[in-house]
Every structure is written in structure tokens, then in C-alpha cells.
């Protein structure tokens, strides 16, 4: 096992922080080097009918002639198509996943055709509550709920519409790990190599029940208003709702020794938190992740897709999860993270144990579930050895 290495979050945030507008976030329409697909209408497991669908996505690298390089990269919960930092000054930013894709790096862009979609459901410019319905108005409380099953059917449209009809290797972690197996399950003749970091093939009690709270924090919030409120001025959204869900989540995706080894029960600065507004150093590290989650995130989508985790079972309808995960073909890499308390390692080796011949590799981290974002030399190798297989 490898410790993971050291991970540098923002610092704690003053209490000005807090007090910052929250309910900024506008859906972003055609940002940086996003590109746009056209599905049409996509009939989802519900038996809804969702009508003009679009997903939208990036990409790295070139696709060689004979279709054979590319790789499908699926984002966590709150995170988007935007894997690693682009080369348009319209989109500079950094990826979420910088260590792991790019030239010379396991997934290296001078050697493979990198494509990232955002989720259906989502906010970063795929179709999700946030989006314009048929009647010219945002869908709101109005847009059905999707499983991960729906997500990856759209990504399998996605794919099609681009003329690509087979994957090199499809890698997700966390949530992009529940699509990245649904993947293997419902499509196994055309994904060569399966990568599953940090995820399970179905969602557990514990983590239905953390995605039940922060659910209920949203719907809760009085500028929720059942879910149409994108008409409303920005400052009476469900911000703070919102900003309690991230709270919560942001606790399950960390341990509590890590907690404890960076904050204690030390106050911020100056403050005091015997006068009753005074804080922890914790609670100002908590606070920021709220504020910077409320300005770039849509509330709707948040509990649309905490809902597909919740709802994640690749054995629904298939004779259980043992007879699905029999179904994939690829060459399966799994991987856990030894601290991991939302998807820890005994969930997540449920796949290596019925994927046929898959490798299965325990990653060593102080962090927790957080932890697969980060660079770790581990995950580097079984990612390139995969790959070189």
C-alpha cells in the first residue's frame, strides 16, 4: 500500500467569508472549451420521456484512425467535464483531475483521446432541473428523476453521436464510478478496460442515509420553493440548504483523525466560540466549502444527483449483483482507499469479487473518501499498467 500525498485544501476562511452573497450560481452557458451534443429525446428507466436532451463535454488529445484510443473519464457528484486545465485563455482553469490526465502523465493525452461529459442531470451544461423545458421555462420540480442507469444510456448516445464505439478505458471514481461499472455491466462488448476507484456497484444503506439528510437540508430551506425558484433574485435561492447538504457530504468524504490532526478544537483566529458567533477552525473549513459550492452549483441538481446515487444498483432487474458484474468482459481495475468511510474498501471489493479475472488494489490514506482526487503514486502505476496491458 502507498500513503497518499499530502493534500492541501484552502485555508480556513475568515468570517467575512460567510457572510458573502451564496446564492449566485446561473447555470453556465457554453463556458471555456466545453463543446455540445444533441441527443433528442432520451426515455428514461422511470418511463418518463425526457425531450431534447444535450450533453455537454470536453476533450483532450486525438483520436486515431482507427477509433481505438479513446478514453471516458466520468466526474463525482459535484464535479464536471472539465478534467484537466484547458489551453483557451476563455477556460485556464486547473481540472479536478490534472495528476492523473494529461501529456506524459497514466492517461497521457499525447498517446489517447480524452473525452469528458457532464452528467445528465447536472448543471454545467448538460441537461438538468436548471435547463430550459419544450414550454420555454426552466424545468424546476418538473424535471423527472434519473438513475445512473439513464446517465450512462446518455453517455452511450453521446458516444454514438461522435462515432465512437469502443473504449480504450472507461474510469470514474465515486459517483463517476457507479456510472463507470454500470458501463461494464450494460455495455461490455464495447469497453476493453474498466477502471473503478473509490465506488460500488450499488449505493448502501449508510450512504443513502447521508444522501437522505442532505436532501432534506435543500428541501427544507425556504428559498427552495419546491423547487422553481430560478425566477427569484439570486440572494432568496436555497443557498444556505444547499450550503448544509455540502456540510454534511464534505464530513463523510474526510475522517475524523484528519479532522482532528488539522483543526482540533482550535478557534479561528480570533474569533471565539464562547460568545455563541464565534468559530472553530473546522466549522470556518466547513463554512468555505459551502460558500464555494453555492456559488458554482445548482441545488436542484444536487439533490437530482444524490438521488442516482442513492438509486444505484447495477443488479436491478439483472438477477442481482453477483449475475451483473458477471456480464463485464473488461480488463477491471478496482481500487479502495483503506480510510474511505462512505465507500469503504469491504463495499467496494464487492466488484472485484464477481468481475471476472479484475485486479483489486488497497490505497493507503489519512484522508478518506476525498482521497482519490489527490496524487498517489499507486493509483498512478495501476492506472498506466492497466493501460500498457
Request: aromatic letters at 6%; hydrophobic letters at 40%.
Amino acid at each position: 500500500m502507498t500513503l497518499l500525498g499530502e493534500h492541501r485544501d484552502p485555508a480556513p476562511q475568515p468570517a467575512a467569508e460567510t457572510t458573502a452573497l451564496l446564492g449566485a450560481w446561473r447555470p453556465e452557458r457554453g463556458a471555456g472549451e466545453r463543446r455540445f451534443v444533441g441527443l433528442g429525446a432520451l426515455e428514461l428507466e422511470s418511463g418518463d420521456l425526457l425531450e431534447d436532451v444535450t450533453i455537454a463535454y470536453e476533450t483532450w488529445g486525438t483520436l486515431d484512425p482507427a477509433g481505438g484510443n479513446a478514453v471516458l473519464v466520468l466526474h463525482a457528484l459535484t464535479g464536471d467535464s472539465h478534467v484537466r486545465g484547458g489551453t483557451s485563455p476563455a477556460h485556464p482553469t486547473a481540472g479536478w483531475w490534472e495528476e492523473i490526465v494529461g501529456p506524459g502523465r497514466p492517461i497521457d493525452t499525447d498517446r489517447y483521446f480524452v473525452i469528458a461529459p457532464n452528467v445528465l442531470g447536472g448543471c454545467q451544461g448538460s441537461t438538468g432541473p436548471s435547463s430550459i423545458a419544450p414550454d420555454g421555462r426552466p424545468y424546476g420540480s418538473r424535471f423527472p428523476q434519473v438513475t445512473i442507469r439513464d446517465q450512462v444510456e446518455a453517455e452511450h448516445r453521446l458516444a454514438a453521436q461522435l462515432g465512437l464505439h469502443r473504449w480504450a478505458l472507461v474510469i470514474g471514481g465515486s459517483m463517476g464510478g457507479m456510472r463507470a461499472i454500470e458501463w461494464g455491466v450494460s455495455h461490455p462488448e464495447q469497453v476493453e478496460r474498466l477502471a473503478v476507484i473509490a465506488s460500488s456497484a450499488r449505493a448502501s444503506a449508510d450512504q443513502i442515509a447521508w444522501n437522505s439528510a442532505q436532501i432534506a437540508a435543500i428541501r427544507v430551506d425556504p428559498g427552495f420553493h419546491g423547487g422553481d425558484y430560478y425566477d427569484l433574485p439570486p440572494a432568496q435561492g436555497p443557498h444556505v440548504g444547499l450550503g448544509i447538504a455540502r456540510r454534511i457530504a464534505h464530513t463523510t468524504y474526510r475522517t475524523a483523525d484528519e479532522l482532528e490532526t488539522r483543526f482540533g478544537n482550535r478557534s479561528q483566529g480570533p474569533e471565539n466560540p464562547l460568545d455563541g458567533s464565534g468559530r472553530h477552525q473546522v466549522t470556518s473549513y466547513l463554512d468555505h466549502h459551502a460558500v464555494k459550492l453555492s456559488r458554482r452549483f445548482d441545488a436542484n441538481s444536487y439533490l437530482t444527483l444524490a438521488q442516482s446515487m442513492s438509486t444505484h444498483d447495477v443488479g436491478r432487474g439483472r438477477d442481482g449483483t453477483a449475475a451483473a458484474l458477471g456480464r463485464v468482459s473488461a480488463r477491471t481495475l478496482v481500487v479502495a482507499i483503506d480510510s474511505d468511510r462512505l465507500f469503504p474498501p469491504e463495499l467496494v471489493r464487492e466488484i472485484a469479487d464477481h468481475v471476472p479475472d479484475s485486479r483489486w488494489h488497497v490505497a493507503s490514506s489519512p484522508i478518506g473518501h476525498d482521497a482519490f482526487l489527490l496524487a498517489h503514486p499507486g493509483l498512478e502505476k495501476w492506472i498506466a499498467d492497466l493501460l500498457d496491458d
